[in-house]
């Protein structure tokens, strides 16, 4: 099985060449998908972060995350979840390789928000794009809670806030549809890894074309991190 390795052990294979890849987010407001991003870029959270909106709608970063047959290149796209946006969402999906459509485990109506994002990548993405189903803020319920069938808390004591949609219940829809699936964290990190690394190891590479490269200078763009070539780490794996 492949695994992913930080690209900063493998600049002495100069032979891989990176294979850039659009990668999306999407889903409802506040469930954390810029966290993610942050998380896996910056492996940081911070507490109360602003929503992703106007002249922000869009956030561009570039990360790359290295397995043992390829150098994916991930060209990070963070979409606004308020709904007035929806309809630009088209212009950020088309051409995308991969998406990560983002709920909270505690809201059961991100969930079905969700559904309704995958429905409408499989209409109108490409037909070939690998789609994620992503269970995110998984530490705001007890560790006790993530096997139970009716994804209620087992214990008051044992968790803040009570989960709402049943891991087993979303894994066996993403099944359905033919989707990966995760459950994350953003503020403690776990399993966004994981998330970057199973997509990219799901990438068609074969279809593939080189895209051209992104201008920053317009729709107002904000890069998440801006590092020198020689400094660029791998997919936190």
């Not at 992104?214 to 936190?236: I, K, M």
Request: charged content about 25%; glycine content about 6%.
């Amino acid at each position: 099985m492949a695994s992913a390795t930080p690209d900063s052990t493998a600049q002495n294979a100069p032979s891989m060449r990176p294979i850039q890849t659009k990668l999306v987010l999407l889903g409802e407001a506040a469930v954390g998908k810029s966290s993610i991003v942050h998380r896996f870029v910056q492996d940081e959270f911070q507490e109360n972060r602003e929503p992703t909106i106007g002249a922000a709608f869009l956030t561009l970063t570039q990360q790359r995350c290295r397995l043992e047959d390829r150098l994916i290149k991930f060209e990070i796209w963070d979409t606004a979840g308020q709904e007035r946006f929806h309809s630009l969402a088209p212009m950020y999906y088309r051409n995308a390789q991969a998406s990560a459509v983002v709920y909270d485990v505690t809201k059961y109506a991100s969930f079905d928000k969700a559904k309704q994002w995958v429905k409408e990548l499989q209409r109108q993405a490409s037909p070939a794009i690998v789609i994620a189903l992503v269970g995110n803020k998984i530490d705001l319920v007890g560790a006790s809670d993530s096997n139970a069938e009716d994804g209620k808390a087992a214990d008051a004591e044992n968790a803040a806030v009570e989960r709402a949609v049943a891991q087993s219940e979303a894994q066996q829809y993403a099944d359905s549809e033919g989707l990966l699936f995760f459950e994350t964290s953003a503020k403690t990190g776990a399993g966004v890894a994981e998330v970057f690394t199973d997509i990219a190891k799901h990438i068609p590479i074969e279809q593939i074309r080189e895209p051209p490269a992104p201008t920053r200078a317009h729709n107002g763009l904000v890069d998440l991190q801006r590092r020198p070539a020689s400094s660029a780490s791998g997919c936190n794996c």
